[in-house]
């Protein structure tokens, strides 16, 4: 446990209230800290007791149905259901709440926090992953840093780098080849991280990891002298939820399970 962590309810290990386990969530996670179009913390409230959570990158009528069929009575997702804008109940929207309520199954989602946290953030994660030194905020999100960077322990080349993300993310990346041959200051942002690159070159960094490409910035990479490896936006924003999920096994003995429904995005 680390000075971050709130400490736990005194709850039998197992199991744990659920008011109690979303007020240890958003302490942790300090959910009311970023300007977020996400309606972070519990979105839909279900059974009053929580034993079993599942995770999830996503929240659809899948993976609501799949989390429901664990026998979870919380589903943590990256994103939600709400944006910051009122949606009628009808349609695939319908659809999603009502089998969320006829399951009795909690939502609690964590968008900008968890891509922002600096022990099971998604950014967090990977940088860990690969074995960044040096680490350093990086990545502003209205006006504050989201991401990480660092230096990678040796240089690689740009194809090896993209090999390596490859094996962790299992997504095929698109390079960007806009800077430097090799790789070695590295600045990691999931999932619509394309806009970073300027900052990206600002920092001194030669590549950024990212998820997902846009086309407005496609010539920035070229231009700025940084090469962008895209990994997917789902791919690299599973890294979050799996990390909060096996945080709660650790603080409250909470069996959990990964629902993996990748996109291809």
């Not at 800290?33 to 990158?57: C, F, H, K, M």
């Not at 259901?81 to 319908?94: A, I, Y």
């Not at 990977?126 to 999100?141: E, I, T």
Request: proline share 6%; glycine share 10%; net charge negative.
């Amino acid at each position: 446990m680390t000075d971050s962590t709130p400490p736990a309810p005194q709850v039998q290990r197992g199991e744990v209230a659920r008011d109690a386990l979303v007020a240890w969530l958003d302490e942790f996670l300090q959910v009311g800290a970023y300007r977020d179009p996400s309606l972070n913390g519990l979105q839909i409230e279900g059974t009053p007791t929580i034993r079993r959570v599942a995770a999830s990158v996503d929240t659809s009528v899948k993976s609501l149905r799949a989390a429901a069929d664990s026998g979870a009575d919380l589903l943590i997702v990256h994103h939600g259901l709400f944006w910051g804008r009122p949606l009628p109940l009808t349609g695939p929207h319908r659809e999603r709440v009502r089998t969320a309520l006829m399951a009795d199954l909690n939502l609690y989602a964590a968008h900008i926090p968890l891509d922002a946290h600096p022990e099971v953030g998604n950014n967090a994660m990977m940088a860990r992953a690969l074995s960044l030194q040096n680490v350093r905020p990086f990545g502003d999100w209205q006006g504050r840093p989201i991401g990480q960077a660092g230096e990678l322990p040796f240089a690689q080349s740009l194809q090896d780098f993209a090999d390596r993300v490859q094996k962790l993310t299992g997504e095929i990346c698109l390079v960007h080849g806009g800077g430097t041959p090799t790789v070695h200051r590295l600045g990691i942002l999931s999932g619509s991280g394309a806009g970073a690159i300027a900052e990206a070159a600002a920092a001194g960094l030669d590549t950024l990891l990212t998820g997902e490409p846009e086309h407005k910035h496609f010539h920035d990479a070229f231009e700025y002298g940084v090469n962008v490896v895209y990994a997917g936006h789902y791919e690299t924003e599973v890294f979050g939820v799996r990390a909060l999920a096996a945080r709660l096994e650790e603080e409250f003995g909470l069996a959990w399970q990964f629902l993996h429904q990748p996109t291809g995005l």
